[in-house]
């Protein structure tokens, strides 16, 4: 079994819907979570991060993490074209400065 | 422009040759790492380095060579070029390991004939 599991998709969805992406993870150890997003030929960058279990909202993303049932998930509220990207979840443990990624989950947003 | 700054972009050589790929992060981050990304593989760390002259394994280190004399710079070297090497490789940088999040290049396309 993997570390982290990520259902990489593709998920299309129609311009001002709910994009709900979501991580599986097996190692209890971890603490840090993050979700990066990934355009076309760019390099991954940080979208949200939380410490522990809870969620954190900014703008239209919310990351919710449920550390009892090692399951993190990211929210888009009202998905714009400019949302089509990879998403990849990563989760780190204290002390360990590796992250664990998951595979990624390409969404299309469809005008 | 603060950041950090892959090169080449993209890059063709032929099995056996030696090449070497560069990062270059303005942050001052201690840590720095390298990573592959291959269709259903996704991102695999090669190395990584948590201050200068102090480089460690990560998951996919065979074939690869890495050196950091400089806070700033953390090369990547193919020391004899293979198809299976053939990928997209990203270098990243944080401050404090995993209690700060990683930032990434935009990486090199290496393509090996």
């Known amino acids: 079994q993997k570390e982290v599991e990520q259902d990489p998709g593709p998920l299309s969805v129609p311009e001002g819907a709910i994009v709900s992406l979501n991580c599986t993870y097996s190692n209890s150890a971890f603490q840090y979570f993050m979700w990066y997003r990934q355009y076309s030929r760019k390099g991954p960058e940080l979208l949200m991060y939380?410490?522990?279990?809870g969620n954190k909202e900014d703008g239209r993303f919310t990351a919710q993490v449920d550390k009892s049932s090692k399951y993190i998930s990211l929210f888009i509220r009202d998905s714009q074209p400019s949302d089509s990207a990879t998403y990849l979840c990563?989760?780190?443990?204290?002390?360990?400065?590796?992250?664990?990624f998951g595979k990624g989950n390409q969404v299309v947003v469809i005008p | 422009d603060a950041g950090i700054t892959q090169s080449p972009r993209y890059k063709i050589t032929e099995t056996g040759r030696q090449v070497t790929l560069m990062c270059h992060q303005t942050?001052?981050?201690?840590?720095m790492f390298w990573y592959r990304q291959d269709l259903g593989h996704g991102l695999r760390l090669i190395y990584y380095?948590?201050?200068?002259?102090?480089?460690d394994k990560g998951e996919v280190p065979d074939g690869y060579v890495v050196s950091r004399s400089k806070t700033e710079n953390f090369p990547l070297t193919l020391e004899s070029a293979t198809r299976s090497q053939t990928s997209v490789y990203f270098c990243a940088s944080s401050d404090g390991g995993n209690i700060q999040p990683q930032h990434f290049g935009d990486g090199t396309r290496l393509s090996i004939l």
């Open positions: 942050w001052s981050h201690s840590y």
């Open positions: 380095s948590a201050a200068a002259d102090i480089t």
């Open positions: 939380t410490y522990s279990s």
């Open positions: 990563a989760m780190s443990a204290y002390g360990n400065n590796r992250l664990a």
